[in-house]
């Protein structure tokens, strides 16, 4: 039981590239999540999809695309990678909402 | 979107020495969370707190929900090295998404 497990761990771009970040979580949840974390910021929510078939937009959705692929799977795409989306990025689930969250190691991803 | 202040910031305590964190809302919470995010690492789930004037302890870890259900506390007696990292809260408004505060890091000096 692996839990929440992100791709890759560690990724740099440069300005204008596009790339997606992977999620996936072996724990049958419905709702999972994307968040983004800045020093003195906290967890700020980009996406998020309640369940299977559906997604919303979060705090932050700006610049991003999401797609919940089946149960398991739920990915976040940068069309055009910007030096602010400079973050470290955690995907996240829950078995409903409000539940707790359980997070994956993360994804720390630098745009030069 | 719903904010929830925490605070302090950081916080460096001698070890041994308690150690608490404050979460505040100017508006009634449904319920609040609070997470353990080690250096390097992802946010850990602690404890959930639902009801009015709850409190719950976990080992050296006491946390409480205020009666109006606008602020919580988390509270570390005698802190050990293992205690280092980010606390951090989460609150959920109604059926709003939950909203982290900006965390509390904890250091430790031996």
């Known amino acids: 039981n692996a839990g929440v497990t992100q791709t890759p761990k560690f990724q740099v771009l440069k300005t204008g590239q596009s790339m997606t970040l992977q999620c996936a979580q072996d724990?049958?949840?419905?709702?999972m999540y994307w968040y983004r974390q800045d020093p003195g910021m906290g967890l700020r929510l980009i996406y998020y999809?309640?369940?299977?078939?559906?997604?919303d937009k979060g705090e932050v959705p700006n610049g991003y695309n999401v797609s919940r692929l089946n149960k398991r799977e739920f990915s976040l795409r940068l069309e055009s990678a910007a030096p602010s989306q400079t973050s470290v990025y955690f995907c996240?689930?829950?078995?409903?909402?409000?539940?707790?969250?359980?997070f994956g190691p993360g994804t720390r991803l630098t745009v030069t | 979107g719903q904010q929830v202040m925490q605070i302090p910031q950081y916080q460096h305590v001698q070890e041994g020495e308690d150690f608490t964190t404050y979460c505040n809302s100017s508006?009634?919470?449904?319920?609040i969370q609070w997470y353990k995010q080690r250096p390097g690492g992802h946010p850990v789930f602690l404890i959930q707190?639902?009801?009015?004037?709850e409190v719950k302890k976990q080992k050296r870890l006491t946390f409480q929900f205020g009666e109006a259900k606008k602020n919580s506390s988390l509270h570390i007696t005698a802190t050990q090295t293992t205690d280092v990292g980010t606390y951090f809260c989460?609150?959920?408004?109604?059926?709003?998404?939950?909203?982290f505060g900006t965390g509390t890091r904890l250091t430790i000096i031996p």
């Open positions: 707190l639902v009801k009015s004037g």
């Open positions: 996240a689930s829950t078995p409903r909402e409000f539940y707790e969250q359980y």
């Open positions: 989460a609150a959920a408004f109604g059926n709003e998404k939950l909203t």
């Open positions: 999809s309640a369940s299977e078939g559906t997604t």
């Open positions: 508006t009634t919470l449904s319920n």
């Open positions: 724990m049958n949840h419905n709702s």
